[in-house]
Structures are given as structure tokens and as C-alpha cells.
């Protein structure tokens, strides 16, 4: 019996349950409507029926009464849709100062990313309930108690799995399977807490999938690396758990993943019937008879089974790959944040306490956030994130070359590299843009000063590349990058270097000044990598540029992105978008 339904057998009014102990000014759950106050330091609330007496009454504890005759088929006051009924914070004034410490913002996540939940929980039955409610597996290797980094940027992978567990879902395919890593996103949240990136590894990436220990039973086994095959293996198959998804995640983009939260299908369904449905946007009507989704044109509001069949769906929009399936489960995430964060869930406290029960029910996570307490400090973390700073994108990938049937895809050779660097330096798409939009009004500023006959230097570079990175084809990748994205055209490429270099150096004459300064500002390089001679160039004499051991990809700053990757298709979570 849950909290809601606790108490009417004697005509006392469920939210009534709740009582105010004076000693604490702490709301706790009454579940003996008939015991006394707790004492001073009690936590929990008694649920054994007290024994008889002749002594006087108690008088009635404070919050709690009983319903007068008129009132028992009368509306109940408070009582929220559905004649669902929710704690008294909804009728009761709360103490000045107290809002803030009855307030629970918990972040969690799965096949949705993550949701928003708000409440209060500080009654302890309801606290050991969603506690409770949580699955926990430890990852070997990785800290159980660390919780995560205060003061520091941190990475959590949010893995959807297709394992078909659950009520209703043995028909979506494969019952028996033991689930894919089918939807997986690296959430990467910045130091200073304005911004987060949410980054869609495709499931048909291929990659190489690391060495990974997982538990086995009061021992611990040792899984083999695999090589070229699909992400989405990292999980279930061969025994891995999520913690071998995780060192995937790694090895793929060079980002420390400090946890990881998954769920199931049923996450889609429980959550947003929760919250009373999730409002979505197509283009054109839909039909499909695989997801058995059908929806008309324009705006609808889909929960349980037909918010599961949306995210699913392949066959409705684009050209029904993967890739446009990930577009659609983004839209749908970044709509499901503004759920969250309305006022319409928020202000509800049954709707909230819906909410919390289902995701915690929903999600399996690490050691380190493996409790409620861990789970709403992280929370606290991710509260002050505005929604137009949650950015979702998608690792850019190119069709597999090695395959004539094109069913596989790998990252794209200079633009994934660049997502990974702005990870790594913890720099968000949302601030990129932000710079962007600056080097836009500095190139104008230069259009403008060329029209009037002054010089504008990034339009002059010259330059010979030389590879001394040790990296194959890296002189080339780099004139490519430089001649194709960023107008360069006077650029060679002069093979390897005379020998390999530590450092990426670009040497240039006192009147080549304003060129080293436009290609540093392209690069990235920072002020020790210019070199500058002491005799001026002869006209058209290029600059030269040695690439070294620190060169990470073309395009990929040194010192950190200055540049967003061209054409990655992000969307905003503020943002309604229509799925096409």
C-alpha cells in the first residue's frame, strides 16, 4: 500500500498523514494516525497500533483531524487530477526559511537522459522507499564512495538498454536478449555548473571496446577487448555490464566518465505518465505499424506506451536510420526537461512524489551515486542549469568505408576529434556559439577594413606544413581542414618533418606578424608555439608550421576549441522542434 491510500479505512484523511513535528519543523509521515508526536530526534513513524488505555485522551497532534461526516463525499481540498491524494504542503503553509530544506531536486536518468524531480521527501518511510527502489552495481575499478567531483567538470554516461524486462515490453522484439547499450548518451556537465553538453554515441558506431571487469557472484571476471565492432555490444553481450560501456566511452573519446545511470523501457513509459505527458511536434502524420505509433500533424501530448513507441519509431522520419532515430529521442529529451521544470510539475507534490517513485524504480547506477542522498547532491549540482544551456548534439560519424552495404558508421576523422577536445577542455557548444559569433564580427570588422584598403591578414596566410606528430596523414588532414573550412588556400603540404617534434611550432618573419596571429587563432596555438625570425620574409614567402606531439586532430585547438564542429545538428533543450 503506498503513501496515497495509507489511513482511509478510518475515514482519516490521507494527507492528513503528514504532521508537523514542532522539535524538528520537519513534515514527517504519520502512518499510526493515532500515536503520539514523535520524540525529539525520531526519524521514522510507528506503524504498530498502540496499545489500549484508560488514560486520557492525548490531544490530537498538531496537522492532523478527522473528516467531519459532510465532508466524506465532498471533494477532498488539495487533492490533485484523478482524485490522486498528495501530502498537506499543498494546504499548509510552510515555516519561513523552511522551503529550501524540504526542496529535493534529483537528477536521473536513462533511455530519456534525465529528469527533473522536485519535492519533498523528508519523511523517512518515503525516503527508504525511493531509496530503496534504486538497483546498484559497483564498477570495478572506479572509486563506489567518491560520489562526484564538487568544484570540477564530470561526465556521466546515461545508457537506454533494449533488454525487454518489464510488464508489456516481452513483445518489442527479442525477449530473451540480454540487452544493448541501445541508446547512450555522455552527459558532460562544466566546471562552473552553467552549461551541460549532452552528446548521442550511435549504437552502429563501430570501435574497439576495451578490456572490462565485471562482478561475478563474490568474485570478480575478466571480459576480453573486442576490436572493430558495434558500440552498442559494449553492453549485456558476453556478460558486460554497464561499467565496461563506461571504459568504452573512454577509450573512444579521451573523457574521464565518472558514473553512469541506465534504465529500461520502462523509464519511457512509468516517468512520463508520471508527469501527465510529454508534448511532442511531427511535421506530417504518422503511421507506424512496427512501433504502432500514430500520431497527426503538429503537437500532441504522448505518455506511457505511446511515448515508448515515439522514441522507438525508425520508420517515420528521415530516412529512417539510427542517426534520425537519435535526432527524435533528443527532441523528445529536451521537451521531457521542459516538463520537468514547469510549474504544472513542479508546484504538484503528488505528481512530483509520482515522478521520484518511477524513476528511482527505473534507474540501475554505480556505487557512487548508489543512494537517494548521493542522488540529490548530484541534484543540486545540476539545478541551476538553465534549459537554453543544455545542449544535445550527436558524435559526427561517416558511413563505414570498409563496407560496400553501408550499415555501420565511424567517428568523422576531423570533426569528432574536435567534439572530443571540447569536452576534454570543458568548453560547451552553447559558449562556442558564443565565441563564433564574435570571430563573426571580427571577420566583418577585417571585410570592412579590406573595402577600405587596409589589409586583412586572414586572408593573406601562407604557410608549409610539415608532420612531425608522428601521426599518419596528419600534414594532409591539416591542409584540408585549412584550404576547405577555413579559406586558407595558400597552404602546402611539405610531408614530414626532418625529424619527430614534442611541440606543435609555427616560425614566421617580424612582417609575417599578422598572419602568425590569424593562423594561431584558427589552430589554437598557444603563445609558446610562435616562433619569430629576426630577418623579414621576401614577398609571398610562406610561415612554416611543424606539427608535433601535442597535435590531437585537424582542427582540434591546442589550447582548447575555439571552434564548434561544422554541421553537428545540436538543438537546444528550450527549444520545440518538429521531428521531420
Known amino acids: 500500500m503506498d503513501a496515497h491510500s495509507r489511513g482511509r479505512a478510518d475515514e482519516i484523511d490521507p494527507a492528513d498523514q503528514w504532521v508537523l513535528n514542532p522539535q524538528t519543523g520537519n513534515y514527517e509521515l504519520r502512518l499510526d494516525h493515532s500515536a503520539g508526536q514523535s520524540p525529539a530526534g525520531t526519524t521514522g513513524s510507528s506503524t504498530r497500533p498502540p496499545a489500549r488505555s484508560t488514560a486520557p485522551a492525548e490531544a490530537p497532534v498538531p496537522g492532523q483531524r478527522r473528516r467531519r461526516p459532510a465532508e466524506r463525499d465532498a471533494p477532498e481540498p488539495g487533492a490533485s487530477r484523478g482524485g490522486r491524494r498528495v501530502p498537506p504542503q499543498s494546504r499548509r503553509k510552510r515555516k519561513p526559511g523552511a522551503s529550501r530544506k524540504k526542496k529535493v531536486l534529483l537528477w536521473t536518468g536513462g533511455t530519456m537522459a534525465f529528469v527533473l524531480v522536485g519535492g519533498a521527501v523528508g519523511a523517512y518511510a518515503i525516503y527508504n522507499r525511493l531509496n530503496n527502489n534504486l538497483d546498484v552495481v559497483e564498477v570495478i575499478g572506479k572509486n563506489k564512495s567518491a560520489g562526484f567531483r564538487k568544484g570540477e567538470a564530470f561526465n556521466i554516461v546515461i545508457i537506454g538498454t533494449d533488454k525487454r524486462t518489464g510488464a508489456g515490453n516481452a513483445g518489442y522484439g527479442d525477449k530473451n536478449s540480454p540487452g544493448h547499450a541501445d541508446t547512450t548518451i555522455l552527459f558532460h556537465v562544466s566546471k562552473d555548473r552553467s552549461n551541460a553538453t549532452a552528446v548521442s554515441i550511435p549504437r552502429d558506431l563501430k570501435t574497439n571496446i576495451p578490456e572490462c571487469q565485471v562482478k561475478d557472484g563474490d568474485g570478480i571476471k575478466t571480459i576480453p577487448a573486442e576490436a572493430d565492432v558495434r558500440f552498442n555490444v559494449s553492453l549485456g553481450q558476453n556478460g558486460r555490464d554497464p561499467g565496461c560501456v563506461m571504459r568504452t566511452v573512454e577509450e573512444l573519446t579521451g573523457v574521464e566518465v565518472d558514473h553512469f545511470m541506465m534504465a529500461d523501457f520502462n523509464a519511457v513509459k512509468e516517468m512520463t505518465t508520471a508527469v501527465g505527458g510529454v508534448k511532442v511536434c511531427v511535421e506530417k502524420p504518422v503511421d507506424d505499424p512496427k512501433s504502432h505509433l500514430k500520431l497527426p500533424a ?64 527505473a534507474l540501475t547506477v554505480d556505487a557512487g551515486i548508489g543512494s537517494l542522498t548521493k542522488l540529490q547532491d548530484l541534484a543540486g549540482e545540476l539545478a541551476g542549469i538553465d534549459a537554453k544551456n543544455i545542449a544535445f548534439a550527436t558524435l559526427p560519424v561517416i558511413d563505414n568505408p570498409a563496407e560496400k552495404v553501408k550499415a555501420t558508421v565511424v567517428p568523422h576523422p576531423t570533426k569528432a576529434p574536435q567534439l572530443y577536445a571540447m569536452l576534454q577542455s570543458d568548453t560547451s557548444l552553447t559558449e562556442v556559439k558564443k565565441k563564433e559569433q564574435a570571430a563573426k564580427s571580427a571577420q566583418a570588422k577585417a571585410q570592412a577594413a579590406l573595402l577600405e584598403g587596409e589589409r586583412a591578414p586572414s586572408t593573406e596566410v601562407r604557410v608549409d606544413v610539415y608532420n612531425g606528430s608522428g601521426i599518419q596523414g596528419a600534414a594532409q588532414s591539416t591542409i584540408n581542414w585549412l584550404q576547405n573550412d577555413q579559406g586558407v588556400l595558400r597552404s602546402t603540404n611539405k610531408s614530414n618533418a626532418p625529424e619527430k617534434a614534442a611541440k606543435t611550432t609555427l616560425e614566421y618573419a617580424p612582417n609575417q606578424a599578422d598572419q602568425a596571429r590569424a593562423l594561431a587563432d584558427m589552430m589554437g596555438l598557444p603563445a609558446t608555439a610562435l616562433k619569430q625570425g629576426t630577418a623579414d620574409a621576401a614577398e609571398r614567402e610562406p610561415m612554416t608550421l611543424v606539427l608535433g606531439s601535442d597535435f590531437k586532430g585537424a582542427g582540434v585547438p591546442i589550447t582548447g576549441p575555439a571552434k564548434a564542429p561544422k554541421d553537428l545538428g545540436e538543438v537546444a533543450a528550450d527549444k520545440q522542434v518538429c521531428a521531420k
Open 298 to 361: 503538429g503537437e500532441s501530448i504522448v505518455q506511457g506506451e505511446q511515448a515508448l513507441a515515439f522514441v522507438r519509431t525508425r520508420h517515420s522520419f528521415g530516412n529512417e536510420s539510427d542517426l534520425d532515430r537519435i535526432k527524435v529521442q533528443q527532441q523528445f529529451l529536451g521537451s521531457m526537461i521542459r516538463q520537468m521544470k514547469s510549474d504544472d510539475t513542479l508546484t504538484d507534490p503528488g505528481k512530483l512524489f509520482d515522478l521520484a517513485d518511477a524513476a528511482t524504480k
